[in-house]
């Protein structure tokens, strides 16, 4: 017997992810990733973790979003405060986790119908 509502259904769900890829709805993704409950952004960055810029994250502030989750592929890694400055401006919240603890977060919070997104970086 189901007893909650699903508010997730025609919305995008992580359904697996591992080492360099994720899965949305069931097609698998190789590339960096911005994820949101109606829309994909493939190739969100062409960045490394190492070479993420002020850009990338200004177009992750830009987003509809109320909870910005960025996953820093399979082990957790903190940009540097200048980095965050766009998320700041825009008033928007950030948690910073690696890609599976992402995947699963951003799942949830759709689940609970939050306003989320979330930016992987999966090369």
């Given at each position: 017997?189901?007893?909650q509502l699903d508010r997730s259904a025609g919305l995008n769900t992580f359904t697996a992810y591992g080492e360099g890829y994720v899965s949305v709805n069931g097609v698998r993704h190789n590339c960096n990733l911005a994820v949101l409950?109606?829309?994909?952004?493939?190739?969100w960055t062409l960045a490394t973790f190492a070479t993420l810029s002020?850009?990338?994250?200004?177009?992750?502030?830009?987003l509809?979003?109320?909870?910005?989750?960025l996953g820093t592929g399979m082990?957790?890694?903190?940009p540097s405060p200048d980095?965050?400055?766009?998320?700041?401006r825009a008033q928007k919240g950030l948690?910073?986790?690696d890609l599976p603890a992402a995947c699963r977060t951003y799942n949830v919070l759709?689940?609970?119908?939050?306003k989320v997104a979330v930016g992987l970086l999966l090369v």
């Open positions: 017997m189901k007893l409950p109606d829309r994909l952004l493939p190739n002020v850009a990338d994250l200004e177009l992750l502030a830009s509809d979003a109320e909870i910005i989750l082990q957790l890694r903190f980095l965050l400055r766009p998320l700041v948690e910073v986790m759709l689940g609970e119908g939050r």
